[in-house]
């Protein structure tokens, strides 16, 4: 994180509770043993490797803060 504001780049804290066990399509939370790698929804049919599912979701709560609103990030000048 430091390397990032060193950049001049914003760092978002999220809680990483529960990201490999919910849904980033539904928000269906299933629980599985570490050594499942794959994570399949039985809402959605949703089917990911459970890191993928877990860096979307923390992406996701990354984009809003606590109370589910949105958190406005400027744009990078590089971008």
């Known amino acids: 994180a430091y390397k990032a504001e ?4 914003r ?11 919910d ?5 269906h939370r299933e629980k ?3 050594w499942v790698r794959v994570y399949t929804c039985p809402q959605c049919s949703t089917l990911l490797h459970r ?4 860096a979307q979701n923390i992406l996701a ?3 809003t803060g606590p109370s589910g609103v949105a958190i406005p990030c400027p ?3 590089g971008l």
């Open 32 to 34: 599985r043993p570490l």
């Open 61 to 63: 709560r990354a984009w």
């Open 23 to 27: 849904c980033p399509v539904c928000g």
């Open 75 to 77: 744009r990078s000048p």
């Open 51 to 54: 890191d993928v599912a877990a």
């Open 6 to 9: 060193e950049a001049g780049r």
């Open 11 to 21: 760092v978002v804290g999220v809680d990483p509770k529960h990201t490999s066990q």
